[in-house]
């Protein structure tokens, strides 16, 4: 890396291959699948995206000249959850970016801390951030995602299926949105099917497609959702507040469990 940076690029995007999360097994050996160093002019940003963008999405790859960086515009994408997305693609970048095809990272994959808002992050931010760059066509854009991925059932399906898709994400995020009321309904059913059923539903489906570099990350999403059909049902349990921490007149309240939606 310190060696790309003397070649002076605006952009370095370093390739990573993807490990469980003890880093004992290899899930996929290169997650931009590129299979040489490629050079992308500054008018080239909508071959950049198509070919890499996707694996954009991880900022840890993503290695930006700081003075490129201070002169972009940042703030209208505060809380997109993808800002450096938003500095790369707002226009062209003012030299070459260079794609690193061989991995220098391993990513640790299956530990994320933020299941809750997986559903949010991909259908909402994430399309509305990619649909939102004006001088990139929507042929490109198409290639990284929907500009409304909500609206297709079976991504409901595969996304309550990880345990992403529960009634309050149906509640807060798709209710307002529908406008159909075949939508609210069929979305609605979707949000309330088991998700054990549909986890089951869904390991079958993927597990008797052919095998794309994506399988084993889909089936190990699958594997750690709480809705996992071979796993004993999730209980998430309400701890006992200490009794120094609570306020004057305030009770104890009792241990409570429950299951997951």
């Given at each position: ?81 993808f800002i450096h ?25 299956g530990n994320a ?70 939508a609210r309904f ?76």
């Open positions: 890396m310190l060696e790309a940076i003397k070649s002076d690029y605006s952009l370095i995007v370093a390739n990573s291959e993807i490990r469980n999360a003890d880093l004992s097994k290899l899930l996929q050996t290169k997650r931009a699948p590129l299979k040489t160093n490629t050079v992308y002019k500054p008018s080239e940003n909508h071959r950049l995206l198509a070919d890499a963008g996707d694996y954009m999405s991880f900022i840890g790859g993503v290695i930006i000249k700081r003075q490129v960086w201070m002169t972009r515009e940042k703030e209208s994408y505060f809380g997109s959850c997305m938003g500095v790369i693609f707002q226009q062209p970048l003012p030299a070459d970016t260079l794609v690193i095809s061989e991995p220098l990272i391993s990513i640790r994959y801390s933020w299941l809750g808002k997986y559903f949010e992050i991909w259908m909402f931010k994430w399309p509305n951030l990619i649909w939102s760059f004006a001088d990139l066509t929507d042929a490109v854009k198409r290639q990284l995602c929907a500009q409304e991925p909500w609206r297709n059932f079976k991504i409901l399906l595969h996304y309550r299926a990880k345990g992403a898709f529960t009634k309050r994400e149906y509640t807060e995020l798709l209710e307002p949105r529908l406008q159909s009321r075949w069929a979305s609605k059913v979707i949000a309330h099917f088991p998700g054990r059923a549909a986890n089951l539903l869904a390991f079958v489906y993927y597990s008797a497609l052919r095998r794309p570099s994506s399988l084993q990350l889909i089936l190990l999403d699958l594997a750690n959702s709480p809705f996992c059909f071979w796993k004993r049902p999730v209980r998430r349990r309400v701890p006992i507040q200490e009794p120094a921490a609570l306020s004057a007149g305030s009770r104890i309240p009792s241990r409570v469990s429950h299951r997951s939606d």
